[in-house]
Structures are given as C-alpha cells and as structure tokens.
C-alpha cells in the first residue's frame, strides 16, 4: 500500500462516502444517486462493466473503498454523456467516473494492467510534453504499451491503417523529430506545475 | 451578409498532417464561401479531451483549457470561441461552466495561469462550428451558396455522442436531431430515415485501447447505414470520422462484412455543393474514397 492511499485510509477511516466528497472530482453529488439504474443501463460497453454506476454510487455509500477504487469499471467510461442526460437526479455521472478513476491513480491503487489507464497516462504524457497531442508517437507508444511482442503484433495489424493515413497525408512521419508544439511550452509547464502543486496542498499524490 | 468573426480553436486532431487534417481543409473552404473569419488563437494547446484523466486531475486539466481561454479573450477580444471538434467544443465549455460555478477553481485556475502572465475571466461564447452555421447563418444562408446540388446521394447523418451530449444544438432532442439531415437536405442530398445509430457512440477514446469493444458498437453505426440505403456517411466531429472510417477493414476480417462506406464532414459535402474541387473538400483525404463526391466536384 502506498503511503499516500495509507494517509487517506486513516482520515477517513469510518466513512469512504466523505472521502469520495472531499476528493473525487464532483464526487459531493454522490448522495444525490436515487439507485433508479437509468445510468447503468446507458453505458455502450455495459457487459463489461464488473459494476455499472448506479452499483458503483451504492458501493460508496457502503463503504466499500477497495473494491470501488480497484475496480476496472469506471476505465470503461466512453464519455458518451448518455447517462448524464438521462439521470432524473443530474448526477454529473461521466465526470465522477473520471474523477473517481483518477483519484485512484493518484493513490496508486488502480488496476496496473487495464489498457484504459493506461492509454490514458500515455495521452496525458503525450500532450503535456509539448502542449499538443503527437498522434504519431501516441500511436507508437500505444502499440507497444503491452510490451515489444505485444506490440509488434499491434502496429502489424495497425500498418494498413497507419499507411492509408500517410498516403492521404493525415499522418506524418515528420511528427517523430519534431511535430508539432506550443512555442511557449515552458509557460504551459509552468501553469501545469503550478495546478499540480495547488492541488497536491489538498488531495495527495502516491510517490510524492 | 457581413463577414463574421470567430477565435478559432483547431484542436491537435486538425492541424497540418495530422487525423483531421482534411477536415481543416473543407471547413476553410466552406469558411471561404460564407464569409466566416477564423481567426486562431494563438499558440493555443490541446485540451486533453475527455480522456488525458488518468495523469491529469481536476485543476491541470482546468487549467489547459483556461489557458486557450485566457489567450483568446486577450487576443480575440470580443469574439466567440470555435471550434470544429466534439470533444475540445466539449471539453473547453465544460471548463468554462466549472470556473464560474466554483469561485475557489477559479482563483487557483489564475494563480496558475499566472506563471505564464495569464488571467482568465472565461466570458466568452464557446460554440461548435455547426451552431455557428445553424444559429448564426441559417440554412436558407447556406442554401444560397449552393451551385452543385449533390443530387440522389444517400447520406446517413450520424452526429455521435460529444456534439449531442450533455449541451447538443439547442432545439434539437437528444435522442432524434435533425440538423444533420436538414443540412444534407439543404445541400440537395437525400438524408436516409430512421437511421437508428445516429446518436449511438463509437467508442470514443476506447477505439484505441480497447479496439475490439469498441470496433463492435462501430460495426453496427455502419451496418445500420447500410440498412437505411446509404451511399456514405456524414459526421461532425474528427474523433467520430476517424473512429466510423478507419476501421473498416478490421471489421470486415473479425465479422466477415464487406463494408466500404465513406465517412466524410458536414464541410466535405457543403465545399462541394458550392461548387469547390475535391481538393478544396480534402476528398484527398479519405481513406475510402467518396466517389460520388468527386464526380460532382469534377463535373
Ligand atoms: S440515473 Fe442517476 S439517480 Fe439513477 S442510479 Fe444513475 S446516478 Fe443514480
Ligand atoms: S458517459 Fe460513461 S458512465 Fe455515462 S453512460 Fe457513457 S460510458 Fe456510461
Ligand atoms: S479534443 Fe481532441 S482534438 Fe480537440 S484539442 Fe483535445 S485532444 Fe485535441
Ligand atoms: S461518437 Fe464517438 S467519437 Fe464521436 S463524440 Fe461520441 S464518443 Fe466521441
């Protein structure tokens, strides 16, 4: 366990429904689920889900901090807003799957093999470093996320897809030297140090 | 009518040699015809869409936006934000709804733009591009520009998830929008009726980490065009587009389909009905080419 998820475990020791609160991004509406099930039965890639949201909110409320923040589930969020626009309670679901999904991360407990999580920290990477997404390396980096086999068999399959963007030129070999960037990236990192510090002072981070 | 204005956001996905470069093409194009200024923000950065989550929390991913934000409002002052993605349409919104519900976002928000001698008040308009063409021009605006009706194709309108959810275009359901068909209607095109996938997601983001799950939802957003007697297929949104397009083959190969059904932008058709080449509608850029289209475009 790491020393950051330990933290949180001991402030919060009688109530993960307070934790979720305080911590998970729009994680204050929670309590506002009715357990309708509208939500859960919205999601395009429902079947894989282990817990759908509504089961997901009950958990909170019942304390069940592990199997909520180890769980795969909210990495198979798509972001469709299906959900949102049905809930009779304006849960703001989408956001709290993401939130809860990060704060995972943040303690260092989320599921280290789900492909999801792990895209999206390549994503993040990715855009960070130089302020805009590099589809290129992204997508070099995604194959091979698995490991070399893995990822070989990957950009094999991928090739004819990767060939047919080079030859409309909606792809660009280019990108791997350099690509494209923002000219004031050392501002944009400063900006981004700055949040991440500000935010660090209130939810804490594992490793840091 | 007068030239409009906008602050122009491009996204990652539409700049030069990248997955949508082809959709910048059509929509300067289509910006050509009906007066519409884009002027850009400068040196803006990638919003993170709906999926940079994992590394970045809550205030970082703020703070990307609001960085756009920021420079827009002191470079483009007075203007609306546009933008022709889904998800940073979405995403840059969103942003602006979170800074003004919670003052206390809203001040670390500027504590760290202020690293880069930002400040972000975030009170301009942030819209899609299809609003500006709904709400600003019309389509009996868009009608006039027509020369080149692009008589008896079929066109399913599939409008996704991000330009019809949680804001959508105002007046329309979420459920059933017609803008999709109204605009093909008013290019001189036959939309196809009870497309029963219009709304339905493709996976988003997931298309890459999870290509099976999501190459499933995808296969019946095709076949449903299929059934409805559609020749191609129109969207909104670059991460839509790429998703619909690009996978076909794989879909083909696990199901055992033989789908070929072009994927082309709102712009792509109205760049060729007002009468541009297929160069200026980037037809070079599909993958499975609109054959239709270029004949048009050549006659
Ligand atoms: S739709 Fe809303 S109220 Fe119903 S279970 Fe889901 S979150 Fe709860
Ligand atoms: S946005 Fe996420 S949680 Fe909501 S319906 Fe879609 S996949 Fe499910
Ligand atoms: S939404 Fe996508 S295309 Fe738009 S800026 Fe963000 S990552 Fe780039
Ligand atoms: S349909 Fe797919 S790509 Fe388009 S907005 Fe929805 S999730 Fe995103």
């Not at chain 1, 204050?28 to 817990?51: A, I, R």
């Not at chain 2, 609003?131 to 409008?159: C, F, N, Q, R, S």
């Not at chain 2, 109204?182 to 996976?203: F, H, R, W």
Request: charged share 25%; aromatic share 6%.
């Amino acid at each position: 366990m790491t020393d950051a998820n330990q933290q949180m475990v001991e402030q919060y020791r009688n109530s993960f429904l307070r934790e979720v609160e305080e911590n998970v991004e729009e994680g204050e509406w929670v309590k506002m689920c009715m357990q309708c099930g509208v939500c859960s039965g919205s999601c395009p890639l429902g079947p894989y889900w282990d817990h759908p949201p509504q089961e997901i909110f009950m958990m909170i409320r019942a304390g069940k901090r592990d199997e909520v923040l180890q769980s795969t589930s909210m990495w198979m969020c798509t972001s469709c807003y299906n959900c949102i626009v049905r809930c009779p309670r304006e849960l703001p679901i989408t956001h709290i799957m993401h939130g809860l999904a990060h704060y995972a991360k943040r303690l260092g407990i989320a599921p280290k093999n789900q492909p999801t999580h792990k895209f999206s920290q390549l994503f993040w990477d990715n855009l960070t470093k130089t302020g805009r997404v590099n589809e290129l390396k992204l997508g070099l980096s995604l194959y091979f996320m698995n490991g070399i086999g893995e990822g070989i068999k990957t950009s094999l399959k991928m090739q004819k897809i990767g060939l047919g963007m080079l030859m409309t030129k909606r792809l660009s070999p280019m990108e791997l030297i350099g690509g494209h960037k923002c000219k004031d990236a050392k501002g944009l990192h400063a900006i981004l140090e700055k949040a991440e510090e500000l935010e660090a002072a209130r939810i804490p981070v594992a490793g840091k | 009518m007068a030239k409009k204005s906008y602050s122009f956001y491009p996204g990652c996905s539409s700049q030069k040699a990248a997955s949508a470069s082809n959709y910048m093409v059509s929509v300067n194009s289509m910006c050509k015809t009906l007066d519409i200024e884009l002027n850009e923000i400068p040196d803006w950065n990638c919003c993170s869409a709906s999926i940079g989550y994992s590394g970045g929390g809550e205030l970082p991913r703020l703070a990307l936006s609001a960085r756009n934000m920021a420079i827009s409002e002191r470079e483009n002052p007075g203007q609306d934000i546009v933008a022709t993605c889904a998800a940073c349409w979405l995403a840059t919104r969103e942003a602006q709804e979170r800074l003004h519900d919670d003052d206390k976002l809203m001040t670390e928000t500027n504590e760290a733009l202020a690293q880069a001698g930002l400040k972000v008040e975030a009170n301009q308009n942030i819209r899609h591009m299809v609003e500006v063409l709904i709400e600003d021009l019309g389509y009996e605006e868009m009608g006039k520009h027509v020369t080149k009706p692009l008589d008896g194709v079929k066109i399913a309108g599939y409008v996704g998830c991000q330009t019809n959810r949680p804001f959508g275009i105002d007046g329309e359901s979420y459920e059933n929008p017609k803008y999709l068909d109204k605009l093909v209607e008013t290019m001189g095109a036959e939309p196809i009726e009870n497309y029963d996938q219009k709304v339905s997601c493709c996976g988003g983001a997931l298309a890459f980490s999870e290509p099976e799950k999501s190459q499933a939802l995808i296969k019946d957003i095709i076949e449903s065009a299929y059934d409805g007697g559609a020749d191609m297929i129109v969207t909104p949104c670059p991460v839509c587009q790429m998703n619909v397009e690009v996978y076909q083959d794989h879909i083909n190969q696990k199901y055992k389909t033989n789908f070929k059904m072009p994927v082309v932008y709102y712009s792509t058709l109205m760049t060729v009905a007002y009468g541009g080449s297929g160069k200026d509608a980037g037809l070079d850029g599909q993958i499975i080419k609109a054959k239709q289209l270029e004949e048009i475009a050549s006659k």
